[in-house]
């Protein structure tokens, strides 16, 4: 009942007692917001607070949150030492989070102070047992590790016999026992000292996986691990040309910032404040250091792809939110320098990139760009880049201004808008072409890659032809490939400003055909390094947008073959050409809706209207997409999907969704990896890109076996992506495929359908049950057919809602399938609850709806009326008086009577009347009553 004075005037025990209130009608959050005021309150440590926190505990005990209640229950005993119920509240907190012998400890004191406990005796006996198999396990464990030891720090052992070791100590790493006890026995200093020596790489590689392990949710371990090595020796064990050395101590440092951060390595995962907070000079130091070194002129290409890897993945604001001081400490100038880097100054104090170094610093500017959110951080991010580019250009120096157009068709690639407004100044684009007019090769290149970056907005694009293109025109004759390929690429975008619209055309008739076949050449010619082919790629990534082009690339197994291949090398810079490549001839893009009357009114106004080319109508899309397919896109696709850019990861789920809108493609998708490289992009990446995503998943789970598409706890983590496409803002096909999808998951198991009601989706699904679009309302149904079986669900129907009375309604659906699944559904609720029997004979039309079904045509929906019938008589002796006093019963004797009826049918008609009979509501033909029986005692 609600307090008669207003919350500000309540005191702290009105407020325990309100959270005691709570707490009985098991509304566990409304109790620890009562509790938290009564805390607040109380100004005075001492009996009465503990109690409050105590209580709290016991409410966050209820809602799984076991940290808190433990927090507060170790408060209560500070204040009140040796209490029972805080004693034991703790005990039970301390069992939850699997620290078993902290529990038995508890335990034990429960037993001392309060010997007539009851409760504690069966959780006493119970951890007696778990601690006595633990410390058993320990020992055990404590022997495997003296053994490992032995063998794997021993320099003179055999090499085969360390290795293993090693191994086994990655595995025993990963166990809460074997941890502790290497932890304890002192691995980290060991496997210190191991590596100044060791040569071996599979066992220096087992040796950094040990401690990747131990860092792993462990916060007092990964702190000392951290100040026992320190920053440093991660940096020196990144620093090498060995990909799987990297690649270990790259995860080793993420796992650091995840548990200083409570952040995992799951897509949506998001760090914990309160941990945020507590190691927040660590997190700083780690992320400070990590960008110091990305500019370190020792380090190596991989290291230092690495270490752009862990600030994109951990600056954003949705992580550790670190943009702004990153900007702060000039972090932005650092990664310019190093997008500025090219491998023809190769001097001593030349940094060491790779391939994709420049492509990961435009994803990472990017990514810090996407959290300047508001005009002042923007400017300031505009200002540091400004400060870098005028200290270069300060100097008279030609390498200066090669090393800013080069840093700047980075900026292009990432947060285009700042590239844009950098480009814009006065004087830099006559500068970049100025340089292309040259005839140094070099300056040519850079130029040239400039220009290609910046046609990507049409304002642009427009000065660009009136300027570039005759110098483009004269670069594609010089004699350089790298320089000629670069030029062809400027031609094809320049080329390919009219978009899909077929009747536009910048050059010539036939001259996007001929600047497809130059890129041909160079893409599958075998003399031609990747990073000629790549740009050969880029080149038709822009063509690909003429279908005429289209089609014959899609005939051309050599050319498409190689942009297969092109794709599997996992090279950063290849990314975007590739997949764009293959987004136009999957016309996957992003098409803009066609109003036939907006049309009609750009025809009048004289306005231009796009054109679609007949080679994109659907029948040529859907050849290409099986062409693609069978040519093994999907493994393509797959390897792409490694990407860090959420743009190109988009661009993948386009091409996934694409091909999975042809049914007899999806089990080739999932035969090789597709569904399982779907999911994260499912989960994190653009709005757009998610749903695609979520599209391409749910038409997977449509027309194949869950359990084959999404095995073990994937087809439970697949469930958030199709309730995504449970939106208004979605197209009434992604609704329908994700009701499909979800009606075929919720068939699955009583797992999966608890994921589901637990996120909150029964309302968006039962919220179409109400669409006047048939297939919408029989699909949402269907999922609600299935999702009865749970008994967490008949709950909410047994609520005080219309959910059954909308159930009854549908019942009587003009759509035969809706009926069925309703009726479906209905059948299976009243057959498990009592309160939804009661709550169908109280809907006003309940008698027509039965009429209906029992006397239906159809003999699957026939069926179900007479099971429904039966369940509500066997329910209970209200609602069968209820059946009785209306022509059902006649209806049930007819149906039993019938000679040619459905056995089934004529089955539970006669259990319902048999029931009817049970409650002496009814008498079979020829019985004596109670009043005319001569065996009754007078």
Not at 335 to 354: C, D, G, R
Not at 496 to 502: E, I, L, Q, V, Y
Not at 551 to 573: C, F, M, S, V, Y
Request: aromatic share 6%; glycine share 4%.
């Amino acid at each position: 009942m609600a307090p008669e004075k207003s919350d500000s005037e309540m005191t702290s025990q009105q407020w325990k007692e309100e959270g005691n209130a709570a707490f009985k009608e098991s509304d566990w959050e409304a109790a620890v917001r009562c509790y938290t005021k009564a805390v607040q309150l109380c100004k005075e440590d001492g009996p009465e607070k503990s109690v409050f926190l105590k209580n709290r505990a016991a409410a966050y005990l209820k809602l799984g949150e076991n940290e808190k209640a433990l927090s507060d229950c170790s408060t209560a005993l500070d204040l009140v030492p040796d209490d029972p119920k805080s004693l034991f509240r703790r005990c039970q907190a301390l069992e939850a989070l699997d620290r078993f012998e902290e529990a038995y400890r508890d335990a034990r004191q429960v037993h001392t102070v309060d010997p007539g406990n009851k409760a504690i005796q069966p959780i006493l006996a119970r951890l007696h047992g778990i601690v006595q198999e633990r410390l058993k396990l320990m020992s055990q464990t404590s022997n495997k590790v003296a053994k490992m030891f032995e063998i794997a720090f021993d320099m003179t052992a055999d090499k085969e016999k360390r290795e293993v070791a090693l191994n086994n100590m990655v595995v025993l790493a990963r166990e809460n026992s074997g941890s502790q006890v290497m932890f304890k026995e002192g691995v980290v200093s060991k496997i210190a000292s191991l590596l100044k020596l060791e040569k071996n790489e599979q066992i220096f590689l087992g040796a950094v996986r040990v401690i990747g392990e131990l860092c792993k949710e462990n916060l007092e371990r990964t702190k000392s691990i951290l100040q026992d090595l320190g920053v440093p020796w991660f940096l020196d064990i990144l620093n090498c040309q060995k990909e799987h050395q990297v690649n270990a101590a790259q995860y080793c440092l993420q796992t650091i910032l995840n548990t200083l951060s409570g952040l995992t390595n799951k897509p949506d995962s998001k760090p914990k404040p309160e941990l945020c907070e507590m190691n927040k000079s660590e997190i700083e130091t780690l992320l400070t250091c990590l960008l110091f070194s990305v500019t370190s002129r020792t380090l190596s290409g991989l290291g230092r792809d690495a270490i752009i890897e862990l600030i994109m993945r951990n600056v954003h604001y949705s992580a550790l939110d670190w943009a702004s001081r990153l900007v702060e400490i000039r972090g932005l100038q650092r990664l310019m320098e190093v997008a500025s880097e090219l491998k023809e100054y190769n001097y001593e104090s030349s940094m060491e990139i790779t391939d994709s170094t420049r492509s990961l610093v435009s994803v990472c500017l990017a990514r810090i760009y996407e959290n300047m959110y508001y005009d002042r951080a923007r400017q300031d991010f505009i200002s540091n880049i400004d400060d870098y580019v005028k200290g270069k250009l300060i100097t008279p120096e030609l390498e200066s201004k090669v090393r800013v157009v080069v840093a700047l068709t980075s900026l292009l690639l990432g947060p285009l808008d700042v590239g844009n407004n950098i480009v814009a100044r006065d004087g830099m684009m006559e500068m970049i072409l100025v340089m292309a007019g040259t005839d140094d090769i070099l300056q040519q290149k850079v130029a040239c890659e400039c220009i290609i970056a910046a046609s990507s907005k049409k304002d642009k694009i427009k000065s660009i032809i009136a300027q570039g293109v005759n110098i483009l025109k004269k670069l594609y004759q010089s004699k350089d490939d790298g320089i000629r390929v670069r030029a062809l690429v400027g031609l094809c975008k320049l080329g390919s400003s009219g978009g899909t619209d077929a009747s536009i055309r910048p050059f010539a008739d036939g001259a996007t055909t001929k600047l497809a076949e130059a890129c041909r050449r160079f893409l599958i010619s075998p003399s031609k390094d990747v990073d000629m082919r790549r740009w050969a790629a880029e080149g038709l990534s822009y063509l690909t947008l003429d279908a005429d082009v289209k089609e014959k690339l899609i005939a051309d197994k050599a050319a498409i073959q190689a942009l297969i291949e092109l794709a599997k090398t996992g090279n950063q810079a290849a990314v975007y050409g590739v997949v764009t490549t293959f987004v136009n001839l999957c016309n996957a893009y992003e098409k803009q809706e066609v109003i036939p009357e907006m049309v009609e009114l750009a025809k009048f106004a004289k306005h231009h209207i796009p054109e679609d080319h007949e080679l994109d109508d659907p029948d040529f899309v859907s050849k290409r997409l099986i062409v693609l397919a069978n040519e093994g896109i999907t493994s393509a696709l797959v390897a792409l999907s490694k990407t860090e850019s959420h743009n190109s990861k988009e661009l993948i789920a386009r091409i996934f969704n694409a091909i999975c809108s042809e049914p007899d493609l999806r089990g080739l998708v999932v035969q090789q990896g597709g569904a399982k490289a779907l999911l994260p992009m499912a989960l994190e990446g653009t709005e757009k890109g998610m749903r695609q995503a979520s599209q391409a998943l749910a038409r997977i789970g449509i027309t194949m076996n869950p359990e084959v598409a999404f095995p073990g706890q994937r087809n439970v983590e697949v469930v958030r992506p199709m309730i995504t496409l449970l939106h208004p803002e979605c197209s009434a096909l992604e609704n329908f495929e994700s009701l499909l999808a979800l009606c075929n998951l919720a068939a699955l198991n009583e797992t999966v359908r608890k994921r589901i009601i637990k996120e909150q989706a029964v309302a968006k699904i039962e919220s179409y049950m109400f669409e006047d679009h048939d297939m919408l309302r029989r699909a949402a149904t269907q999922v609600i057919t299935n999702l009865i079986l749970s008994p967490d669900l008949v709950k909410q129907y047994e609520g005080k809602n219309d959910k059954t009375k909308y159930l009854v309604l549908l019942s009587a659906d003009e759509d035969l399938d809706t009926a069925l699944a309703a009726a479906g559904a209905l059948a299976q609720l009243t057959a498990v609850s009592k309160k939804c029997c009661r709550k169908v004979v109280d809907v006003e039309s309940w008698q027509e709806t039965m009429r209906s079904l029992l006397g239906n045509p159809d003999s699957g929906l026939q069926f179900r009326g007479v099971y429904i019938t039966n369940n509500l008589m066997q329910s209970c002796k209200e609602v069968a008086e209820r059946l009785i006093e209306t022509d059902i019963m006649e209806i049930l004797m007819a149906l039993s009577l019938l000679e040619d009826g459905d056995e089934k049918v004529k089955k539970f008609a006669l259990e319902a009347l048999k029931s009817a009979e049970e409650w002496k509501l009814i008498k079979k033909p020829g019985a004596v009553s109670d009043e005319e029986n001569e065996d009754d005692v007078e």
